[in-house]
């Protein structure tokens, strides 16, 4: 496999400058408009990147590994290539297996609570004015302040304020007096990682072959999410992997995900029917996994909804199977309940958050975990195949929401 990027004025151009170096059988992988570099660049005009793959019969397997790191140009600054999720699910956190971690709290919080100290001993601006004393009004203390301080700023991360009242409620309940800053951050600090739980991915069958199917509006990164996991069965753990698409809605979707499969050298099709999958279920049966990528579609289609919901619980019975629901991150609350409801009525799933890396803040993440109840899995922050993904992990999350270092 042969990836290579041209630059040029237009989309147009930099393809024909492609096809005459590599020949006609390039296939197009990304395009994107890239900035001009060099003095007076800002007077420059933006230029067109695209990525482009040509298959070489010879190649072999291994090969075509170091190949798909490449196959969605990414402007973002290298990630550290994130764990590999393992096959055995992980024991779901207890009380006293948290508090445990209790004497790396500030450490892993960096200097939140040196930070949070040094406001406190800011004058407040919203001091109680002579009128409220005179009303024996109760003086707030500094441990209110404290936590006043930690509720607002999990609100700055978009945490829901009911969520908010509610930690804050259940640390106050176990307060002392003159407890100390530190014991309230760790008691707040472990009940948001019971609260998110351990992260719920996916894992081989008790016996035969799971299928797994990816669910979620359009536009939110289902089908490189999809290559990702994919690349990690197939090349990091070597199990048998097929690709099956039910999105017959958006042609290019259908030819990115066949482009992946072709790289990882794993079967591909496109699904139109149920009694489709019954053969692709008969002809994998010897496989160890069948990931399905589906149409997103509008949340208010009812025809859709019930086009999705016969798809999905076809194969009930059949075979083993997990729903999992792709969100982006960047979506807004109201409308994520609202995609989260939808996807309720047709079957139960589990979460993937994608795009972290185009947001700041993470609250939708503990706010769609406490209101579906739905186990998080794997987070995406970027497009990188396959790099740019992870287990959901509550400690670095729950430390971003709490003010701290990513």
């Known amino acids: ?5 041209f630059t040029a004025k237009t989309e147009k151009e930099a393809i024909e400058n492609a096809k005459q170096e590599l020949g006609e059988g390039v296939v197009v992988m990304n395009v994107r408009e890239v900035k001009a570099k060099g003095f007076l660049a800002f007077l420059k005009p933006h230029m067109t990147e695209v990525t482009v793959a040509l298959e070489e019969e010879s190649e072999k ?7 798909i790191n490449n196959v969605i140009a990414s402007s973002q600054t290298p990630v550290t290539p994130p764990p590999v999720p393992q096959p055995q699910p992980a024991p779901q956190p207890t009380e006293e297996t948290v508090r445990k971690d209790s004497s790396a709290i500030e450490e892993k919080l960096d200097s939140l609570q040196s930070l949070l100290e040094q406001q406190l001993q800011k004058p407040d601006e919203n001091k109680e004015d002579k009128s409220d004393k005179e009303t024996g009004k109760k003086e707030e203390t500094e441990i209110d302040k404290f936590m006043t301080l930690l509720h607002n700023t999990m609100l700055e991360n978009e945490v829901d304020e009911a969520y908010a009242d509610d930690i ?4 106050e309940q176990i307060n002392k007096p003159n407890m100390p800053f530190d014991y309230a951050l760790a008691n707040i600090y472990q009940k948001m990682i019971l609260k998110f739980g351990m992260p719920s991915c996916i894992t081989p069958a008790q016996s035969g072959i799971k299928m797994v199917f990816f669910v979620g509006p359009t536009g939110v990164g289902k089908t490189t999410t999809i290559a990702k996991i994919a690349s990690i069965f197939r090349v990091d753990q070597k199990k048998k ?5 039910a999105d017959t809605y958006r042609i290019a979707a259908a030819e990115q995900l ?9 079967p591909f099709r496109i699904i139109y029917t149920v009694e489709e999958i019954d053969r692709a279920i008969e002809d994998f049966k010897d496989y ?8 997103g579609h509008s949340h208010q289609n ?3 909804k019930e086009s999705m919901s016969n798809l999905i619980h076809s194969v009930d019975d059949k075979i083993e199977k997990e729903v999992y629901l792709v969100l982006s991150a960047t979506t807004k609350y109201r409308d994520l309940i609202s995609i989260a409801d939808s996807y309720k009525e047709m079957t139960d799933y589990k979460l993937i958050f994608t795009k972290l890396d185009e947001t700041t803040t993470l609250g939708n993440l503990l706010n769609l975990r406490l209101y579906t109840g739905a186990e998080l ?5 970027g497009q990188n195949v396959p790099d740019d993904i992870e287990e959901f992990n509550s400690q670095s999350t729950v430390k971003q929401l709490l003010g701290g270092k990513n």
Request: proline share 0%; glycine share 0%.
């Open 168 to 171: 804050i409620h259940e640390i």
């Open 241 to 245: 992997v097929a690709l099956l698409t």
């Open 1 to 5: 496999m042969i990836i290579k990027k």
């Open 258 to 266: 066949r482009t992946y499969a072709n790289i990882l050298e794993v």
């Open 302 to 304: 009812q025809t859709q």
């Open 377 to 381: 899995s794997y987070v995406t922050y």
């Open 61 to 67: 397997y291994t090969a075509a590994v170091s190949a």
């Open 288 to 295: 160890d996994y069948i990931l399905i990528d589906t149409a």
